[in-house]
């Protein structure tokens, strides 16, 4: 068993043999032609890939052979994203560069049992956990050769988004109750909503959402203004995300999650739908080995982390079993509560459920600028009734869950994070964040010709906190509308063309 730890667990620098290692490892297939199945750049195009961008960018010499079209059509795009392929699809990403990286360490004389590290910027107990580890900073090796798992192209240090900043690495997703969420309007499950092959566009899931897609543009971040593609750090745009050799570090540590999710809780399971574990029908996966040959896969073949040979050295909850009701219980300072809703408890959440529209916004938005500001009118009995699950006295195991989706959020580049606030017309909105939403592949998902058709990325966010803490206040019972403000952290130009479709606001109870 390869047992892949944490990066920081031995200081996330050069003295750790594993990131030696993992440097030495990277480097040798740094230098194989992007024709072989095993370089470093051919497994980055297998995630996505753009020509003429990693031309600019000094990633690909337009005079190298590429790979037959045919090997391209089948290995080369496939990253599944807003879909309930992300968790499986990068697993067996994942086992490929790790089982090729280990065959090169072996022959270059290191560990056989190496194993990829994984970030942990969530860790509360180590001060370091999100700042990028030394190990990827320094633009030199302890032998002052140049450092393979250095890029230029990493400007969260410039910008200060590194160290990661806390609301970025929470792990409320840990709190969903089921994996397979839903496209229209309710939770998007812990994996996402289920779709045929999708390389981008639509909902993502929890976990896709946060942290996964902020923490990329948190790292990659941009350069002036962004606005052209060779500006954005390679983590910002899933065609050169990678390239980058924090990427791997990073999508262990999102892997290592849903090893969490299964483990504490065990009404937490995996899909068994066949379309799920033996699909996509469309078009399947594959990756290349460590001699070369093709691997097909399916999630039902990377169920199971030990079938595959590796192990985490830790996938404890961090968030000792805590609930999303019992958090905002505690939040609201009602936590002499929380026993009540233990028994009764989130549980009941596990069976589907079906969403309702209350209320909607009535124009497309622009953004531009650093706020933005719409009003949602809400549907008054439909609010009321939703009023009555509120209150905590009352014989109701669990209130009805409302969320906000921004729909077909489309951009002309990524790399934006947009704050999303709500709250009672006219009040002060500066306590009541709901989230953010990270422009990680939007522009991609809003051009026409991608299979999706352009209809960009839908966000949604579980906001019942905000209407639980409204209800205490007695502010929710004449609720006939909210406010949702989008503050972007860097104000928006034309040039991003940022719009949201519609706001809207759902229901999803028993
Ligand atoms: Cu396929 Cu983190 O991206």
Known sequence: MFTRKSVWSAGGDFSDPT???????????????IADPTSWSFLAAMHGMDNNLWIQLGYLNATQPLPDPSVQDSYWKQCQHQSWYFLPWHRGYLYSLESIVRAAVIQAGGPADWALPYWNYSDQTNP????LPPAFSQQTMPDGTPNPLYVPQRYGQQKGTLPLPTGDVALTALQSTFFTGSNTGGDPGFGGPATPFSHSGNTSGNLESLPHNIVHV??????RGGVTATDLGLMTNPDTAALDPIFYLHHANIDRLWEVWLNRNSANQNPTDSAWLNGPADRGFIVPMADGQGWPYTANDVLSTTTLGYDYDDIQDPLSGATARTTRLTQLGRASDVSFSLSGGDEAMTDKQRAELIG???DKLTLLG??????VHLDEPMMQQTSVSFDLSADVPEPDHIYLNLE????DVDGQVIDVYVSPPGADHAESQVGSVALFGVRKASQSDQPHGGMGVTQVFDITHVVDALYLEGGLIDLSSLEVHLRPRDALTEEHNVTVERISIYREGK
């Open 370 to 375: 650093s706020s933005v500001s719409t009003r």
């Open 128 to 131: 370091n956990a999100r700042d």
């Open 360 to 362: 909607a916004n009535s």
């Open 19 to 33: 990131l030696l290692w993992y440097a030495k490892g990277v480097a040798v297939l740094k230098q194989r032609p």
């Open 218 to 223: 948190d790292v990659g971040n941009y350069l």
């Open 408 to 411: 077909n959020i489309r951009s």
